[in-house]
């Protein structure tokens, strides 16, 4: 995939990524290497120039993208994607409540939902459910954000830089829960972080980015 055009091209490439259900891998490299490119592709967000092959939960992904079926492409980010942005992402219209609830109304899903329940009483969130976002810390922010993206237990997360804002105390806390709600509802996520220490504290494998010349390849140390 590419960003940018002429002189200022840059190009992405991931040659291989296998995930398992509950598995967690860390996308790392130094700033403007193209981690959030590769996440946005991945999310379907950004159309890749070529895809050899891309599967995810059972669906063909490639093929989708080559045909440019943009309502199943749609349909896959609504169903089988989630998103984890570094402000959280929440709509500033909707109380937290809603906010949690919106991917599993957009999935057509019912609002009640007991591994939701379960995580907002973990988080103690319960006091927050009819505030607005702007009402709330950046931690709080984030921690809703995590109970948001599991709400419709999509196949695969895409986190950007969760923790960028957070303390550091905080930010252990929220790749705890991450790596907790990915292992118990079998989903998968990859994560982009410039904390690299905070990464191999929790001994995640990752993808580690090798630039040269306007170009990068993401290869996998796992």
Same mark, same amino acid.
């Given at each position: ?63 989708? $993208? #080559?045909?440019?079926?943009?309502? =199943? @492409?749609?349909?896959?980010? &609504? /169903?089988? +994607?989630?998103?984890? *942005?570094? %402000? ?69 997360? $895409? #986190?950007?830089?969760?923790?960028? =804002? @957070?303390?550091?105390?905080? &930010? /252990?806390? +929220?790749?705890?829960? *991450?790596? %907790? ?42």
């Amino acid at each position: 995939m590419q960003r940018g055009s002429g002189t200022q091209a840059h190009r992405v490439h991931l040659p291989e990524l296998n995930l398992a259900r509950g598995q967690v891998v860390a996308i790392t490299g130094e700033s403007g290497c193209g981690k959030s490119t590769l996440l946005e592709a991945l999310g379907l967000l950004l159309a890749p120039q070529s895809v050899a092959q891309y599967s995810l939960d059972g669906v063909d992904i490639a093929a989708l $993208l #080559a045909a440019d079926d943009q309502p =199943a @492409l749609a349909d896959v980010r &609504a /169903r089988s +994607l989630g998103f984890v *942005l570094q %402000s959280g992402g929440l709509l500033p219209f909707l109380n937290i409540r809603d906010n949690i609830n919106l991917p599993r109304r957009l999935s057509g899903l019912d609002s009640k939902s007991d591994h939701v329940d379960r995580a907002i009483t973990a988080l103690r969130l319960e006091p927050l459910l009819d505030q607005l976002p702007q009402a709330l810390s950046i931690g709080e922010r984030q921690r809703v954000a995590c109970v948001r993206v599991i709400a419709h237990l999509p196949r695969l997360i $895409l #986190a950007d830089e969760p923790t960028a =804002a @957070l303390d550091p105390h905080n &930010a /252990r806390q +929220l790749f705890e829960l *991450l790596l %907790s709600l990915v292992d118990e509802l079998g989903l998968s996520a990859l994560i982009v972080s410039h904390d690299w220490q905070l990464v191999d504290s929790f001994g995640l494998p990752r993808l580690n980015a090798v630039s040269v010349a306007g170009e990068t390849r993401f290869e996998p140390t796992f």
